[in-house]
């Protein structure tokens, strides 16, 4: 199995609250934009002021990003929000496997690395399936490898009554990359940092 995880891969920085393109600092409980970019095949977080933010989407590939606040007081350590299901959905979406690449090029918007992704997205489908996002309906075997069959019980975040269209995918397909006990909270520590939420 890929190493990646004990490599220093990602570049994520505590937040200073500070904008990427102008400097200026977020005040307290203002609002700021986070990203994660996809850069030369791993990822990067970066914030941005509201006003950088909505002038145009930053240099590169935007795989994810949110808005947020400045927590009241300053801290030292990075502010961790609780547990935001759609943030996590979209995350685990944007990693679906790829269609074949055309030759010599990438498929965009996806790590480089099919077994990183695997992981990533094997351990964001558990916590998905916890706190009940995705169903597992079923399992089966292919090229020597076990795939879960998920299932989206509705779109986190929307309103009961909000319209169907354009409804994202209902079931998904979910490479089990059989990973340790400790390898798994290693890959759940590193979802959390990336996103700065509570995992």
Known sequence: MSLAFNEPRFDIEASDFRCKLCASEVPCEGAYFSAILLEDGGFRRSNYCVSCWGAGPPAGEVFAFWRTRRPPLPTDKPRRVRFDP????????????????????????????????????????????????????????????????????????????????????????VRNPQLADSELERVKLRIGELLQLEM
């Open 86 to 173: 759609a943030v996590i959905f979209e995350f685990f979406r944007r990693l679906e496997a790829p269609a074949p690449a055309v030759e010599g090029q990438s498929a965009p918007g996806l790590l480089s690395d099919p077994a990183e992704r695997d992981e990533l997205r094997f351990v964001l489908a558990l916590l998905l399936v916890r706190k009940k996002v995705l169903d597992f309906r079923s399992s089966g075997m292919k090229d020597g490898a076990e795939w879960l069959q998920l299932d989206l019980r509705g779109v986190p975040g929307a309103p009961a009554d909000a319209p169907e269209t354009p409804a994202p995918r209902k079931t998904h397909w």
